[in-house]
């Protein structure tokens, strides 16, 4: 079945590192990919997505691509702040995002003045 | 960006209650809600997926008579925790689609802590 592998984690960074979470995935369709952003005590949030190989997501400083080739969408920062500490997850739908979202397990940032 | 509502935020009840957690989409209408558990160290587990008036379809594993939903309006879906316990204490979070938007909107997550 489809699935997400993402580093584990904990990653703790100074204020302005750069940050790269590596998420790889299997799907048997085409996916659509997509970083979620959970900060303490909250739901997720959307953070970028992208549909399609090549394709760039980008929103708050962070990145990624999709790279259908290495079946990877690895989320970059190049400047962290303290306000990102969070939880970051990424995930695949394969039928359009109306389908089931497939996690990976999470990512525990934290982030030091 | 649409809104997804859960309520109550937390509850404590004690073991052998059955308790109702609600996910409201608040300016849009939802023909889907997914139910997820999160465990302790972050990983989620999707539950069941709702489409509005026909029964949750449930993973594999999660006991259907144990976690009732309900989806009876284009906005509300309900999680009904049956006769809980301990081990069911953790993280419940909801999201929605509709089937112009194809996003995931989140709900903010409710904490049950059965004593």
């Known amino acids: 079945g489809d699935s997400v592998t993402q580093m584990e984690g904990p990653v703790t960074l100074s204020e302005e590192a750069f940050l790269t979470i590596n998420c790889t995935y299997t799907a048997t369709g085409y996916p659509s990919l997509f970083w979620y952003v959970q900060y303490p005590g909250e739901g997720l949030q959307l953070l970028l997505k992208a549909t399609k190989a090549d394709d760039k997501g980008s929103n708050k400083g962070f990145e990624a691509t999709y790279r259908k080739e290495t079946t990877s969408f690895h989320l970059e920062k190049g400047s962290v702040q303290v306000s990102d500490s969070a939880v970051y997850f990424c995930a695949l739908t394969t039928q359009g995002g109306s389908e089931k979202l497939v996690f990976g397990k999470g990512t525990k940032l934290t982030v030091n003045p | 960006g649409a809104v997804v509502s859960q309520h109550p935020s937390r509850v404590i009840c004690k073991s052998g209650t059955s308790v109702k957690i609600e996910c409201r989409s608040l300016d849009f209408q939802a023909t889907t809600m997914f139910w997820y558990r999160q465990f302790p160290k972050q990983s989620l587990m999707l539950m069941a997926t709702?489409?509005?008036?026909?029964?949750?379809?449930?993973e594999q594993g999660v006991e259907k008579d144990k976690f009732l939903i309900n989806h009876a309006s284009l906005t509300l879906s309900t999680l009904t925790v049956a006769s809980a316990h301990p081990e069911d204490s953790s993280f419940y979070i909801c999201?929605?689609?509709?089937?112009?938007?194809?996003?995931?909107?989140f709900g903010p997550g409710t904490r049950l802590t059965v004593l």
């Open positions: 999201s929605a689609t509709s089937h112009d938007n194809n996003e995931h909107f």
């Open positions: 709702s489409n509005e008036g026909s029964k949750a379809t449930y």
